[in-house]
């Protein structure tokens, strides 16, 4: 190899490593200049805080109500995983019935879309009078908003697969449930984890959708109570913890997705996008 062909190879590697830590620092640069410029902007136009507090202003609340910031976002983590776990394994299991029977889909999907079609702050009054104010509603109303992505996904990854397929592995003396577990169900996990990325965010809206309405215990309430007072700093301070609990399970159900899927990905070598990530 020449010594031109060598320096090229390492400039390219240099310039990947360069890539790399920016990719990795670049989160964290864009959110420390969002804070930053929205601290600037409060500050020179003089905003009050009852209309939009600085970011200190907002650290000052969580710092004073800590604790009950910490029972209330556990609450709300804790409703928001159960709801979660409950729409991951009824959307999995309808999803692969969806995807693998003409017949069910026919039958359950028009079924499906309706009831995906009604607002879920409608049906939290509902939930109450069934099960009372409690845990149940925000579990329920977070399995019902995240439930639908997963199933739509998973149905789609299984109908994918090409009918020349089935057929061949037909002829192979496969079972039906054979292509489903060997090719329908590999077939679907990048579709379903995409889901998963997509669930677990909107899951959240579902468990404080019910807080608000039935206050009994969890971030919802908390910025219920807060608005009440007049406290928009709190109210905030309630918005970003909720929004950090998203991106704590989208990185936990990134990384499963990387270990699991990795085959469905790009490599980031060389590359400015990778899907999912």
Sequence with gaps: ??????????????????????QAWLPWIVIFGTFGLWELVVHVFGIVPFILPA?????????????????????????????????VVAGLVLGVAIG?????????????IAFNSIPKVAVVPVLIVWFGIGVWPAIITAFLISFFPILVN????????????????????????????????????????AS???????????????????????????????SSRFDVPLVFAGLI???LMGIMLYWVAEWIERRTTGWATRSTEGSNFTPGG
Aim: glycine residues 8%; proline residues 6%; without cysteine.
């Design 1 to 22: 190899m020449s010594a031109k062909a060598n320096a090229r190879l390492i400039a390219m590697a240099a310039a990947a490593r360069r890539h790399r830590r920016l």
């Design 55 to 87: 970011p200190s202003d907002i650290m000052e609340a969580a710092v004073k109500w800590w604790k009950p910031l910490l029972d209330d976002s556990l609450q709300t983590l804790f409703t928001t995983l159960v709801g979660f776990g409950l729409a």
């Design 100 to 112: 693998s029977s003409t017949l069910i889909y026919k039958g359950l999907y028009p079924l499906l």
């Design 154 to 193: 998973v149905a789609t990854g299984i109908a994918t697969v090409e009918p020349e397929l089935r057929d061949v592995l037909r002829a192979l003396g496969a079972r039906p449930i054979d292509i489903i577990r060997k090719v329908g169900l590999p077939r679907a996990m990048p579709y379903f984890f």
């Design 196 to 226: 998963l990325k997509i669930a677990i965010t909107v899951a959240f809206v579902g468990s404080i959708i019910a807080e608000s309405v039935a206050p009994n215990a969890g971030i919802g309430r908390l910025m219920m109570v807060a």
């Design 241 to 243: 913890t909720t929004g």
